[in-house]
């Protein structure tokens, strides 16, 4: 059994994936060819957004975003705790400090009351001095296991404070709120191709979405190491943070089967959560929501994870736990000056929470065989 069944994917599109790489084989444009546009086209269509930006990997994505704001030393961005290190890392790379927030214990997603409290009164947790508000630049939420943040609260904060929002839909593609797609939600939105992403391609890749025309300019040119006119016209310190033509063209053949399979993830979860319901507790999918399904995560009501685990795992079932430390607990955060019990509700979530085996082409025996091994209940 795999945690992440990639290859049931492949089999069914298998034809059109090596279609798709062979034609990349005959014309050679393998920087920046023609299925990098189409897909950019293909998916602000899909999203609703005026500008999409592929790029080299989700990380980048962020780093790109930051850049474009010219965040660097002296500045503050609020985040989660919550999250994979990309998150708060590309913060600390340009010199400023990420500010982490707590979650809420619900969703699992930042909590906007939490962002709004540290407004009131921002401190520095490494000097214990007051954080100027001119300094706190933005917020980067993100859409954990698939699930949006709240934007609508989130976005009317930043706007009360002049900060700008970046949506971290990593593992949300495909999701939705209120009617409207995950990366497009609030100024920019990132997302990652990682393989075991929703929509994941053979190797690195991402893609940057915003309505904004000059900073899809700036985001553009920061790709290509900050060209101006052409390639050798440099006019801002950039990257070389484009995404290669043989991963756009796996991705447009798997584009074809993705709202097919963000439905399919929507069956595999709602199965799953029927059955687990009583014995743990389940991230939960507010009204006008819709999740993109990345990973399903349960947390024990009885705080036993270690004899779920090794129920699993004599079962032969793998499961993951994402993610086992918050980041302000990070030693790379440790300068930050954060300490065990300053945030609480992700503190909780990491030591209880873990992941089981999940994809849109779950098989149901495969499913209930999970279920039987987690409730003990045969009957399955
Ligand atoms: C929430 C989140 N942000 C950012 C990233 C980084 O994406 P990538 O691995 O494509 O750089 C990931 C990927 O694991 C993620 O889960």
Partial sequence: MEFIDLKAQQNLIREKIEDNIKKVLDHGKYIMGPEVFELEEKLSNYVGIKHAISCSSGTDALLMSLMAYDIGPGDYVITTPFTFISTAEVVALLGAKPVFIDIDENTYNISPQKIR????????????????????????????????????????????YNMFVIEDA??????????????????????????SKP????????????????????????????????????????INGRLDTIQAAILLAKFEIFPEEIEKRQEVAQRYSEALSEKFYL?????????????????????????????????????AIYYPKPLHLQKAFAYLGYRQG???????????????????????????????????????
């Fill in 117 to 160: 409290e540290f407004l009131n009164n921002p401190v520095d947790p490494a000097n214990g001095k007051e954080i100027n508000h001119k300094n706190i630049k933005g917020i980067i939420a993100v859409d954990i296991f698939g699930l949006p943040a709240d934007y609508e609260k989130i976005n009317n904060i930043a706007k009360e």
């Fill in 170 to 195: 990593a593992q949300s593609f495909g999701a939705e709120f209120k009617g409207r797609k995950a990366c497009s939600l609030s100024d920019i939105g990132c997302t990652s191709f990682f393989p």
């Fill in 342 to 380: 300053y945030l609480v509700v992700s503190e909780e979530c990491s030591e209880n929470i873990f992941s089981i085996p999940f994809c849109p082409y779950i098989d149901k025996t495969v499913q209930y065989h999970v279920l039987r091994c987690l409730l003990n209940d045969k009957s399955l």
């Fill in 283 to 319: 991230q939960e999918i507010p009204e006008g929501y819709k999740s993109a399904r990345a990973l399903y995560s349960i947390r024990p009501k009885k705080n036993n994870r270690g004899y779920y685990l090794n129920l699993l795992k004599e079962n032969n079932i793998p499961s």
């Fill in 199 to 238: 929509l994941g391609c053979y190797g690195d890749g991402g893609m940057i979405f915003t309505d904004n025309d000059d900073l899809a300019e700036i985001l553009r040119s920061i790709r290509v190491h900050g060209k101006g006119k052409d390639k050798y016209d440099n006019i801002r310190p950039g």
